[in-house]
């Protein structure tokens, strides 16, 4: 344990929101009244630059908005103060409870992509060791699952980004596809700004006109759910403009012959009618793309949020490949991660197929290894569980009891209305959280725990780069950790051991079960990690980290990338007569996910102060709507009222709303849960919706 005086020292740390994890230094308020915000030069990814998010962070700090005591629902149903001892005992109470009654797959478990590693690697261990169920999986599943899925398929490991950021002014290129990093990264903007400085092209494929495509040379606005198509349709030009590399299809990838036939099927007039996106414009993408002698295409959440996300992602993955701009430097296909830790949330456990290290819960030598590590017999393992949206809608019925820690679903979930019915249904539900959000307010109990700036651990940014948060401020006396609440939770489960309470040591342990994985961390350790500024995985025991992958070679059995033959298919919900439009949805710079902390801030909310529907002049009036005036978008799933925002800015046969608020406008009422059959997402993207005015 390092002792530092907190009160007035300055503490080198990121911010607790996005997977940039922007460095920042954090000074103390004199009277012990807080920190703020300062400038952090040295660090790499930002050099500095914070969005207003990160700026005022420490305002959730404050006692005024955050939770300060555990809360227990009483027999009159209120949720009212009680000591530590009693939250923790009805917890662990009610967990056992439903176990004995109902087996321990009646037992589930919710986690985060915001919660550190040590807390995600925790969670996951507690799930298969405490209470031994299977149902255990998380927020991370509704972000980049399609990508980490079609990563896997092709590369044989999924890490967001195979380069640092600081590559891509270095290359001739960037496709970007469904990603609006000026207001979801701001600080990130500045890599593409640099690319254009230095002669390199941008594109942007988005069916809105974003703050992002204003940079653009060329900006495709595709008609929402038909990025597959569109893919096929580039590499379908590229082929038959005799653009491809041969010679790295021969020597590095497998597969060839089934994707180049998929792709030819998809001419450019039959994609133009797809995607509504002119042939020359397509042929002007094809060839910005191939001209320059590297190129990079890299996918957010617009592609990657539909029911055949995975499938599309492989198809931009192909487009690299047959171009030969995978594993050679400046070029490749990347994902940009979201949650601050949505890149290490995925590797340690808490996903529903996954051990530490990114092993396999199915592979019988990755069972032995971790179960080794955690000092239990291997057999006691349990097997996979269900993915996030099939978890809550089983709750209830297969899974009666739930521990929720960093999530809010009952804003962020698809078919919202129902999944809020699901967790109302439970025979038990404890969340774990800093503030009281529309989740947790539901709840048997509600334990409130500390902040990125009262605690130490670590995250793994977007780029792979695992950085350190150090404990910058003395937390309220009221609150615990995350891990105190896991220990004491394991402990009156009969756990003694196995689950301490410091961040480092749990760092340790995770290494060690991470050793050998495909996300190796066996060489990191707090110290490395400030004194390199962030290390990348793999870093195995006694080695370097790894900045750039597959350069040599890819991570699969044969050491060839893997060409995904795929063709395109509708969306599950397409318009018709009743539903003529499509609705997507996404994010404002000013709020951030369910809103649960952004929502506390009122900086925040006097910039983005509530939801709203963009539609196009057109559409507007059409159905005789002017802007700001209240309109219905009606799905078949439920209803949502909100103002109008007229922009010439989207498709006219497309409305989009942010996902930030509950209430009639929360936009997750309209949503489809149909899920990508290989990853488990559901189509937040795209859905069938009617509006008129309210
Ligand atoms: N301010 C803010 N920043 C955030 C977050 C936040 O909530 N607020 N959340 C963080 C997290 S967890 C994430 S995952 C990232 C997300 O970061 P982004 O992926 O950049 O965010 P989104 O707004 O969800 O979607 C990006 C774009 O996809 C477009 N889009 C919609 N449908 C389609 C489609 O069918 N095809 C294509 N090509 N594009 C489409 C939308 O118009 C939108 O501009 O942001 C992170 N940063
Ligand atoms: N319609 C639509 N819906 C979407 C999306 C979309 O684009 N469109 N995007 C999806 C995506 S990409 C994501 S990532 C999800 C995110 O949606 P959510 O999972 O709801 O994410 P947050 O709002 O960040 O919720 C995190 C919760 O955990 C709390 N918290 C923060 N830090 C900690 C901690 O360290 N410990 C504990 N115990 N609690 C903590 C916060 O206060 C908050 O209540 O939303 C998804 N939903
Ligand atoms: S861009 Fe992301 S990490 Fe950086 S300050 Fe904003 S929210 Fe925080
Ligand atoms: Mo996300």
Known sequence: MRTTDLSTAVTATHCPYCALQCGMNLRPVPDGAGVVVEERADFPVNGGALCGKGRTAPAVLSSRVRLTEPLVRTHAGRLEPATWEEALDAVAGGLARTGRAHGPDAVGVFGGGGLTNEKAYALGKFARVALRTSQIDYNGRFCMSSAAAAHQRAFGLDRGLPFPLEDIPRTGCVILVGSNPAETMPPALRYLTELKANGGTLIVIDPRRTRTAEHADLHLAPRPGTDLALALGLLHLVVAQGRTDEEFIAARTTGWAQARAAAMAHWPELVERITGVPVPRLREAAELFCAPSSAMVLTARGPEQQSKGTDTVGAWINLCLATGRAGRPYSGYGCLTGQGNGQGGREHGQKADQLPGYRKLTDPAARAHVAGVWGVDPATLPGPGRSAYELLDSLGTDVRALLLMGSNPVVSAPRVAHVEERIRSLDF?????????????????VLPVTQWAEETGTTTNLEGRVLLRRRALTPPPGVRTDLEVLHGLADRLGIEKGFPTDPEEVFGELRRASAGGPADYAGITYARIEAEQGVFWPCPQDGAGTPRLFLDRFATDDGRARFAAVSHRDAAEVPDADYPLLLTTGRVVAQYQSGAQTRRVAELNAAAPGPFVELHPRLAARIGVVDGSPLAVV??????????????????DTVFMPFHWPGEGRANNLTNPALDPVSGMPEFKVCAVRVEPA
């Open 429 to 445: 539900l404890a969340v774990a959280d800093v503030v009281l959000s529309e989740t947790a307010a539901l709840a048997d109990v």
């Open 635 to 652: 799905s078949r799933r439920g209803r949502c009222v909100a103002p109008a925002r007229v922009t010439d800015a989207i498709r006219a």
